[in-house]
């Protein structure tokens, strides 16, 4: 009598643990969130549940969490899977003491190299020309998919872009810099010669 008593409980108390929500109707609403606000939070993945995410240009809303892995389903259907831990390794925060210093030294930004009248001008002046108006109502796509072509940057300049970690409008091209706009007005700057080393392969 006193055997079934203890084995009910024992199975109550395994069969709650596997409950993995599903999202039903993704809602689409609103632009998608870069996946890399969501790495460093501590109830990542389950935070992102039910949320309009971008990963690597691909938008949709994390319908399932199985296993640690993201089920994120787009506008059209189309389901894909992310594992988290690589979410995480790839959208980690960026060392900002090293990457800081290294482009620096690296395109050294000073005002003196740029009134060179020798150094053709005609290229100068295109690479400041300025989005005024950043339109962030575009699709958001995967620098990778500009990276590879042959007139990158300048097929950047104005396109709504997912950088690992970062989303925004390339709003500005200059020497040899992208510098991108979030819709919260945050602008970073990316080396393009790091960019087409990363993302340039085809």
Same mark, same amino acid.
């Given at each position: 009598m006193q055997s079934p008593s203890t084995s009910e409980p024992d199975h109550e108390a395994t069969s709650p643990a596997p409950t993995p929500k599903v999202i039903a109707e993704p809602d689409f609403s609103g632009e998608p969130v870069p996946v890399g606000q969501f790495t460093?939070?501590?109830d990542f993945p389950q935070c992102t549940l039910?949320?309009?995410v971008s990963i690597h240009g691909f938008t949709g809303v994390v319908v399932e969490i199985i296993n640690q892995s993201l089920k994120v389903r787009s506008r059209d259907g189309?389901?894909?899977r992310f594992n988290a831990y690589r979410l995480k390794t790839l959208f980690a925060p960026p060392d900002?003491? %090293?990457p800081v210093t290294q482009t620096l030294s690296m395109e050294r930004p000073k005002p003196a190299p740029t009134p %060179?009248? +020798? +150094? &053709?001008? &005609? +290229?100068l002046l295109p690479a400041r020309r300025v989005v005024t108006n950043p339109d962030f109502d575009q699709p958001v796509r995967a620098i990778r998919a500009f990276a590879t072509q042959a007139d990158f940057p300048e097929n950047v300049?104005? %396109?709504h872009v +997912?950088?690992?970690g970062y989303a925004g409008v390339v709003v500005e091209i200059v020497k040899g810099s992208l510098r991108?706009?979030?819709p919260t007005g945050t602008i970073r700057s990316y080396n393009v010669d790091a960019l087409k080393k990363l993302y340039g392969r085809p």
């Open positions: 460093e939070r501590a039910g949320v309009y189309i389901s894909q900002r003491t %090293k %060179k009248p +020798d +150094d &053709e001008p &005609e +290229d300049y104005g %396109k +997912d950088i690992p991108v706009q979030s």
